[in-house]
């Protein structure tokens, strides 16, 4: 066997071939990238690669560049594909030590496909972008947090002595933290979640239908679950928390702005290192600041771990520079002149 690809419907499969792999993380799994898909992301694929050196697998949200509001009845529909990494992370996760022919055969696979280009967002904890470093144009960029969850007692040494002191005055104000998967704490995720995107005047991508959260929770069953804090009955912050393999990612969060002075966020995130540490996970991942910067989201997250931060990488790669080309050039130049944005046609 080669190169192998699968499904959304073979999702069965799909999870067998990824829980084979060591290293797997929950961006890897059917039930997580379902529900981007029924967010509008594309068509789930994951590819794996097998023969007698190296095996190795990659998830990719397949998007028909048609359907892109900037070509729309300006190019052929089921033409020109272009391939992303869910949201999250992802790229491709390599065993064996040689991955030169599963590159070749993969490439291969994209030219014959249709594949304009790729654009990868490599998971920090994993560091598989070092795997890939010869495919495809790797670029570091900026800080992430992931916590040490080797026993109770680091986690809490862990802490900066101001956030130990926020974990405290939420305790000392009433707050509890609970946890589970239920319909109606996700219908009450939501709603917080939703809120906050209000007041954070977010774009329209980051609200998801109920569809979305339906999916998280039956599709995810043994990995996602919301950790939410209460006050006197009320529910004041919440946050979906995906476990899989020894590891705990921190994934969708909101809070009620009200009672933010109280620290609802940080006992919740607390509380969660300790379920994840009660429960076999080794490190707990919160990400980095918006768009990588060290912004307050990062120097939030960055209170929880006085460690050294992991490092973010991104991949780009080309499959057909002709037709990206074109594709660049259908573009008002104007509007994408100067932007950073991969795939640029897309910017």
């Known amino acids: 066997m080669a190169l192998k690809v699968y499904a959304i419907e ?3 499969e799909w999870d067998a071939v990824v829980r084979s792999f060591k290293d797997y993380d929950v961006y890897w799994l059917s039930g997580y990238v379902k529900a981007f898909k029924i967010h509008g992301d594309g068509e789930p694929l994951l590819f794996y690669y097998e023969d007698k050196m190296t095996r190795g697998i990659n998830v990719v949200m397949k998007r028909d560049i048609s359907k892109d509001q900037h070509f729309a009845g300006r190019i052929e529909e089921d033409m020109y594909f ?13 065993e064996g030590e040689i991955a030169d022919r599963l590159f070749d055969e993969y490439e291969k696979w994209c030219r ?3 594949v304009v280009s790729e654009f990868v967002r490599f998971h920090p904890v994993l560091k598989n ?6 495919f495809y144009d790797v670029l570091a960029l900026g800080g992430t947090i992931a916590l040490d969850l080797e026993s109770p007692e680091v986690i809490w040494s862990n802490l900066i002595s ?11 104000s009433g707050v509890e933290i609970f946890n589970g998967r239920y319909p109606d704490i996700y219908e009450e995720f939501r709603n917080i979640y939703n809120g906050t995107m209000d007041k954070d005047e977010a774009d329209d991508y980051y609200y998801f239908k109920p569809e979305f959260y339906e999916s998280v929770m039956s599709d995810l069953e043994t990995e996602g679950q919301v950790f939410y804090a209460v006050l ?7 946050s979906i928390i995906l476990a899989a393999n020894g590891r705990l990612n921190y994934h969708l969060s ?3 702005r009200e009672y933010q002075n109280l620290a609802p966020t940080n006992l919740l995130l607390y509380k969660a290192a300790l379920w994840g540490c009660a429960n076999g996970c080794k490190t707990f991942h919160l990400g980095g600041g918006v768009g990588s910067a060290q912004d307050s989201l990062y120097k939030f997250k960055a209170a929880f771990y006085k460690g050294e931060p992991c490092r973010f990488h991104i991949g780009r790669k080309m499959y057909n520079e002709e037709k990206y080309e074109e594709l660049v050039a259908m573009r008002n130049q104007k509007e994408i002149e100067g932007s950073g944005f991969f795939p640029k046609y897309r910017a």
């Open 254 to 256: 909101g809070s009620v």
């Open 82 to 94: 272009d391939f992303v990494t869910p949201y999250g992370y992802g790229g491709w996760i390599v």
């Open 112 to 114: 014959n496909n249709g």
């Open 162 to 172: 101001k956030n130990r002191n926020m974990v405290r005055k939420a305790m000392k």
């Open 232 to 238: 006197e009955g009320k529910v004041i912050a919440a």
């Open 10 to 12: 073979q999702n069965e």
């Open 129 to 134: 972008h070092e795997a890939s470093n010869q």
